[in-house]
């Protein structure tokens, strides 16, 4: 049985070797959610530094006081942010990726202001257009984008993207870069276990994996 390391190793020679003609650096973000610190720590122990979850009670029990010991590690929320959570969220992470409502917005503003702590941010665009996902529209992401970084002063870095499990996900990966370079933005999260490799072909600059790396889900 391979280790979570031997898995972690694969996917980055993967992806180094799919991107040797491309110019953009790729993190790989590990999705830790449901996972204890035991399953995660020998990634941590190998040098990996960006890890995704999807709720903050669950990322503040876990990383709270292992991001105390090793400040370097980035810790990035995947999941849907209530505005109560705001605050707990602004703590204990690095990246929020779902920033997807002015509501939202202005209560991380004022929660950074509040704690003295700037974190970046990437604006979900729902790009499949999913009654079920949040995520703002494609038409409504450049006015949501200047309200976030001119009303806010967010540190807005691009967009995310979550296509549908059941289509080519090429066609919104495409709009999503495009959407990304016309407002200037230099980063993208985009592509999961199953499509990351086709993610950076187009300028995903975060993938997040996280059964490819740490197994199957118990939850």
């Excluded at 690095?94 to 004022?110: F, G, P, R, T, V």
């Excluded at 079920?132 to 002063?153: H, L, M």
Aim: include cysteine.
């Amino acid at each position: 049985m391979t280790s979570v390391v031997e898995r972690f190793d694969k996917i980055q020679a993967d992806i180094l070797a799919q991107k040797t003609n491309l110019k953009q650096p790729v993190e790989i973000i590990a999705v830790s959610k449901t996972f204890p610190l035991n399953h995660i720590n020998p990634l941590i122990k190998h040098g990996h530094l960006h890890f995704g979850e999807n709720k903050v009670q669950d990322a503040e029990k876990k990383w709270k006081e292992i991001k105390k010991e090793k400040t370097n590690l980035q810790l990035h929320m995947l999941g849907k942010l209530q505005t109560n959570k705001v605050k707990k969220a602004v703590l204990i992470f690095d990246y929020i990726h779902s920033l997807d409502n002015k509501k939202l917005a202005d209560a991380c503003k004022k929660n950074e202001i509040e704690l003295k702590k700037k974190i970046s941010y990437f604006i979900q665009v729902n790009f499949a257009k999913e009654e079920q996902k949040s995520g703002v529209s494609i038409t409504e992401a450049p006015s949501f984008f200047d309200y976030c970084k001119n009303k806010n002063n967010l540190n807005v870095v691009g967009l995310m993207c979550f296509p549908p499990f059941n289509l080519d996900p090429s066609v919104f990966f495409k709009q999503a870069m495009e959407l990304n370079r016309k407002l200037g933005l230099k980063d993208l999260s985009m592509g999961m276990s199953n499509d990351y490799l086709k993610a950076i072909q187009f300028g995903s600059t975060f993938v997040r994996i996280g059964s490819a790396i740490f197994g199957d889900r118990k939850v």
